[in-house]
């Protein structure tokens, strides 16, 4: 059975103050590893989809890895407007269809 | 463009009532998904739509969960005989074929009192 563990469950930051959220998974053969914003109210904001370890994305302030076992989200000098959940899931090659299964979440607050 | 849209976006219903759930998927996308987010759980898969071909219903809890999808675009999700533990953000998401990012609606809150 696939599974998706994320951490820590809510992190606070100061503004400028860089940290990484964790995802370490379990799959039978990763067809894909995403990570996901979402705000309150809102559905997931797709973000980055990592394929191989080693491979690295970045975005904005924002930068994914992956290695064999999990997934890293670095965020270099955030802001308050980076708070927000972010969702880690994997998609498995044995799984039929492209289902995908979820983490938890990262609940992240960045003070001004 | 237009993304996914879901409707309504709210519903509160009475324990024992049926409910239907509606999702627009993005206008092209063959592959269309429906997750349920309780509180305090990550998204739970219930069902996947793919095509013309067979839906994976392999997540569905109960015999009380349905859903169709009309002419390869909307979808409607079926709650029968809505119970308390029903009650969760219902998320639909579609997707290109071969390309494996899935995009999310604004999901729809359903309370069952």
């Known amino acids: 059975e696939d599974q998706v563990t994320q951490s820590p469950e809510a992190l606070r930051l100061q503004e400028g103050e860089s940290s990484s959220l964790n995802c370490s998974y379990t799959?039978?053969?990763?067809?894909?590893l995403f990570w996901y914003r979402q705000d309150p109210g809102k559905g997931p904001e797709f973000l980055f989809t990592l394929y191989s370890a080693g491979e690295e994305k970045e975005k904005e302030r924002l930068k994914a890895t992956l290695t064999k076992k999990e997934s890293f989200l670095h965020i270099t000098a955030p802001k308050p407007e980076d708070s927000a959940t972010y969702l880690c899931?994997?998609?498995?090659?044995?799984?039929?269809?492209?289902?995908?299964?979820f983490g938890e979440g990262t609940q992240l607050t960045v003070n001004p | 463009g237009a993304g996914v849209s879901q409707s309504p976006s709210n519903k509160v219903t009475e324990k024992g009532k049926d409910v239907e759930l509606r999702c627009d998927p993005i206008?092209?996308?063959?592959?269309l998904y429906w997750y349920r987010q309780s509180l305090g759980q990550g998204l739970e898969f219930l069902i996947y739509f793919q095509g013309n071909s067979a839906p994976d219903k392999s997540g569905l809890p109960s015999d009380r969960f349905s859903a169709e999808r009309t002419g390869g675009s909307v979808s409607t999700l079926t709650i029968q005989r809505t119970q308390q533990e029903d009650s969760a953000v219902y998320l639909c998401?579609?997707?290109?074929?071969?390309?494996?990012?899935?995009?999310f609606g604004p999901g729809t809150r359903l309370t069952v009192l």
């Open positions: 998401a579609s997707s290109l074929i071969g390309i494996n990012e899935q995009f």
């Open positions: 799959v039978s053969g990763l067809r894909g």
């Open positions: 899931a994997v998609q498995s090659q044995e799984t039929s269809g492209s289902r995908l299964t």
């Open positions: 206008s092209g996308h063959t592959a």
